[in-house]
C-alpha cells in the first residue's frame, strides 16, 4: 500500500478532549476518526488492526467448537421484558418506531440467542452447542470515555454454551478460559484473570480479564509471585496481607477488563423456557455460559500496553501491516523509487503486508516521525546512500538502533524476522 494512497493521514495535533494515549494516538496516528463522544469510525488503518484482532479471537472461538453467526443489533422489547431486563438494564439504548413499537439496541445477545437456540434443539442429541458472534453493540454509557475503552457503539465478541447439565458446563468453562489465555498471548498482551461477582442477574461464577496498565479503570489486587488476582471492589485480601495462594507479596495495579466470562446457570433458559428432552425423555432446562470480549476495546488495550514518546509500537501479530518502508529519494533520477517499488512487490510476493511511504515532497523526519507514530513493528529506508551500497536500512520499532541489509537478502529476512 503506498502511503500516498492511503485514506486517512496521521495528523499533527491531539484531538483537544484525548483523556487517554489510546485516544491520543489512534487519532493522530490515523487509526480513527471520532464522530460524537463514544462514537469512532474506524480507518483503513485502524480497520486493519481491529480485523486482525478478530480474526486470531474468532480463530481460537473456532478451535473451542464455537461456530460463528450474526445476530440482530435491532431488538425487539418483548424479549427483553421476558427476562425483566427492559427496565432493569441502565445502559439499554431503547428505540420508538413511528409505528409507536418499541425496540432495543442490542448491548448483549441473550435475549435474542436464547430463543433462536429454542427453535432448533429439542433433543439431549442436539446438544452441546456453542455459538459466537463479532458484531457491533450499543450501550447507553453515562460518560464515554478513554477513546475506544468506553464507547456507547463499540465491538464484542460474545460466545453462548447451551449444555445439557452443569457438570458438562463445568466442563466446558474451563476451555473457554484457556481459549481466552490465547488470544491474550497470541495479541502480545500480559493478562490477569480475577474472579468475579456474577452481575446483578446470576450470582454464579465469573471471570474477568484484565490487560495491566495505569490506563485500566479496574483495580486490581495481585500477587508479585503467582498468578493471584482480585478486583479491588470485590477483593477478599487487602494489599497489606501476604499472597493466599503462595505467601507472596501484593501489590495494587489498574487493569482494563478486556473480557468477562459467565456461568448464567438457567437464568435465560426460565425465560424462554428453553429445555430439552434427555434421553429417558424427560424435560430439562438447558445450562447456559456466556463469554464475552471487547474487540475495540482491546484494540485500545493494546495501545495502552505498547506506545512511547513518539507514538504506537504494535506487537507484530496484530499491526496494521509488517513493514514501513520509507523511501527517500533524491532530486536525481528515480532509482530509489525504483528500488522500493521493487522491494514491495518482492516483500508482498512472500506475504508481507508492506505500508511504502512514497510521497517524494516529504523530509525523512517527518517520514520517520510518521513511522513512529504509525508504530508498525519494522522500518526499512532505502535511500540514495543505502542503495549506494546496494542494502536496506533496518529498524525495529522497540530499539533505537538501525543497520544495514543487503537489498537482495532483505525480503527473505523480513520474513524470517516475522516468525511466517
Ligand atoms: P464495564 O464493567 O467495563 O462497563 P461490563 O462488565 O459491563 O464492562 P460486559 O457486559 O462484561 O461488560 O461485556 C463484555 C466485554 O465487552 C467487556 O469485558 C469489555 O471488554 C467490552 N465492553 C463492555 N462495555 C464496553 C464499552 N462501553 N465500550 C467498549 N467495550 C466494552
Ligand atoms: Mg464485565
Known amino acids: 500500500m503506498r502511503y500516498s494512497h492511503l485514506f486517512g493521514k496521521t495528523r499533527k ?16 496516528g490515523g487509526f480513527v476518526d471520532q464522530t460524537m463522544a463514544g462514537v469512532y469510525s474506524w480507518l483503513p488503518l485502524g480497520l486493519r488492526v481491529l480485523r486482525k484482532v478478530e480474526n486470531i479471537v474468532r480463530e481460537e472461538m473456532n478451535a473451542i467448537g464455537g461456530q460463528e453467526l450474526l445476530l440482530p443489533a435491532l431488538q425487539p422489547k418483548e424479549n427483553w421484558q421476558k427476562t425483566g431486563r427492559w427496565d432493569k438494564v441502565d445502559v439499554l439504548f431503547k428505540l420508538k418506531s413511528q409505528t409507536g413499537k418499541e425496540y432495543a439496541l442490542g448491548p448483549t445477545h441473550e435475549e435474542i440467542i436464547t430463543p433462536l437456540v429454542g427453535a432448533f434443539v429439542q433433543s439431549y442429541k442436539d446438544l452441546p452447542v456453542a455459538l459466537f458472534q463479532i458484531q457491533t453493540k450499543f450501550r447507553d454509557e453515562l460518560r464515554a470515555k478513554s477513546g475506544v475503552l468506553r464507547g456507547r457503539e463499540f465491538g464484542m465478541k460474545d460466545l453462548y454454551s447451551f449444555h445439557r447439565n452443569v457438570e458438562e458446563l463445568n466442563a466446558y468453562y474451563p476451555t473457554v478460559m484457556r481459549a481466552y489465555n490465547e488470544i491474550f498471548t497470541r495479541c502480545g498482551l500480559d493478562i490477569r484473570v480475577t474472579e468475579a461477582s456474577g452481575g446483578t442477574f446470576t450470582k454464579k461464577r465469573s471471570h474477568e480479564f484484565h490487560v495491566l496498565t495505569e490506563a485500566g479503570e479496574d483495580r486490581l489486587v495481585l500477587c508479585s509471585s503467582c498468578s493471584f488476582a482480585e478486583n479491588e471492589e470485590i477483593a477478599k485480601v487487602a494489599i497489606k496481607d501476604p499472597c493466599p495462594q503462595c ?27 428453553l429445555a430439552f428432552t434427555d434421553a429417558e425423555g424427560a424435560r430439562r432446562r438447558v445450562v447456559m455460559g456466556c463469554y464475552g470480549l471487547g474487540t475495540t476495546r482491546l484494540v485500545g488495550a493494546l495501545v495502552e500496553a505498547n506506545y512511547d514518546e513518539r507514538g504506537i509500537r504494535w506487537p507484530k501479530s496484530v499491526a496494521p501491516y509488517d513493514a514501513h518502508l520509507v523511501s527517500l529519494a533524491g532530486k536525481k533520477g ?26 517524494p515532497e516529504v523530509s525523512a523526519g517527518e517520514k520517520f516521525a510518521d513511522a513512529d507514530l504509525i508504530g508498525i513493528p519494522l522500518r526499512l529506508v532505502i535511500s540514495e546512500k543505502t542503495l549506494a551500497k546496494e542494502s536496506v536500512e533496518w529498524k525495529q520499532r522497540t530499539a533505537d538502533e538501525t543497520h544495514l ?3 537482495t ?5 523480513t520474513v524470517s524476522w516475522l516468525n511466517r
Open 13 to 28: 495535533t491531539a484531538p483537544h478532549d484525548a483523556d487517554s494515549a489510546n485516544a491520543r494516538l489512534l487519532v493522530q
Open 247 to 273: 505467601g507472596g507479596k501484593l501489590l495494587g495495579l489498574k487493569g482494563i477488563e478486556a473480557g468477562n466470562i459467565f456461568d448464567l446457570g438457567t437464568f435465560f433458559s426460565d425465560a424462554f423456557d
Open 334 to 359: 528515480t532509482a530509489v523509487a525504483d528500488a522500493a517499488e521493487q522491494l514491495t512487490r518482492e516483500l508482498e510476493a512472500r506475504g508481507v503486508e508492506v505500508l511504502w511511504d512514497d510521497r
Open 405 to 407: 541489509e543487503p537489498l
Open 409 to 413: 537478502a532483505v525480503a527473505e529476512k
